[in-house]
C-alpha cells in the first residue's frame, strides 16, 4: 500500500501530465501515512525534485480519494514554501495543486522572480490546461506590483 501511496504521490507532483512519469525525489524529517483520514504527510525540511522543479516547505500533504493512493484529490505544501524551475524562483506561504482542474495555487506573501522581473502578490493561480497565470491580492486591499527589466 505504501508503495502505491508513494508511486501515486511521485506521479503528482510534476503537475504537468506530460511529464507524470520521470523519476521524483523527496526527502523529509518524517513521513507518515494515514489511512483513516487518507493523507500522507511529509514533515520537516522537506525538498522535492523532479527534474523540472524543486520545492521546498516546512510540510507536504497529498490527499487522495476513495478510489486509493492512486486518486490524487490534492497535494498541499505549506511553512516557507518555494518553487524553482530553471527559468524562475516563486515563493509564497502556502500551494495548493488539484490535479481535477490543474491548478496550482501559491498563496501568501507571493513573490515570483525571473530574468524578466519580480512580480509580488497576495496571491498566484496558473491554469496548467490554458498556461494562464493570474495574480491577486486576494482582499488584502494592497495592489499587485511588478518591477521588470527591458531588453
Same mark, same amino acid.
Given at each position: 500500500m505504501i508503495k502505491r501511496l508513494l508511486l501515486a504521490i511521485l506521479l503528482l507532483l510534476p503537475a504537468l501530465p506530460a511529464l507524470a512519469q520521470q523519476q521524483v525525489?523527496? @526527502?523529509?524529517?518524517?513521513?507518515t501515512v494515514d489511512e483513516q483520514t !487518507?493523507? *500522507?504527510?511529509?514533515? #520537516?525540511?522537506?525538498?522535492?525534485?523532479?527534474?523540472?522543479? !524543486?520545492?521546498? *516547505?516546512? !510540510?507536504?500533504?497529498?490527499?487522495?480519494?476513495? *478510489? #486509493?493512493?492512486? $486518486?490524487?484529490?490534492?497535494?498541499?505544501?505549506?511553512? #516557507?514554501?518555494?518553487?524553482? @524551475?530553471?527559468?524562475? $524562483?516563486? @515563493?509564497?506561504?502556502?500551494?495548493?495543486?488539484?490535479? #481535477?482542474?490543474?491548478?496550482l495555487r501559491l498563496t501568501g506573501n507571493v513573490k515570483v522572480v525571473n530574468s524578466g522581473g519580480t512580480v509580488d502578490a497576495g496571491e498566484l493561480v496558473v491554469n496548467l490546461d490554458t498556461n494562464v497565470s493570474t495574480f491577486t491580492n486576494s482582499g488584502s486591499g494592497g495592489r499587485v506590483t511588478g518591477v521588470f527589466t527591458s531588453q
Open positions: 525525489q523527496i @526527502t523529509a524529517d518524517l513521513f !487518507k493523507q *500522507a504527510v511529509f514533515t #520537516g525540511n522537506v525538498i522535492v525534485i523532479h527534474p523540472n522543479v !524543486k520545492v521546498w *516547505a516546512d !510540510k507536504v500533504v497529498a490527499i487522495y480519494g476513495e *478510489a #486509493g493512493p492512486s $486518486d490524487i484529490e490534492s497535494f498541499v505544501a505549506s511553512g #516557507g514554501v518555494r518553487l524553482e @524551475t530553471s527559468e524562475q $524562483d516563486a @515563493t509564497g506561504d502556502h500551494a495548493v495543486f488539484t490535479p #481535477g482542474d490543474q491548478l
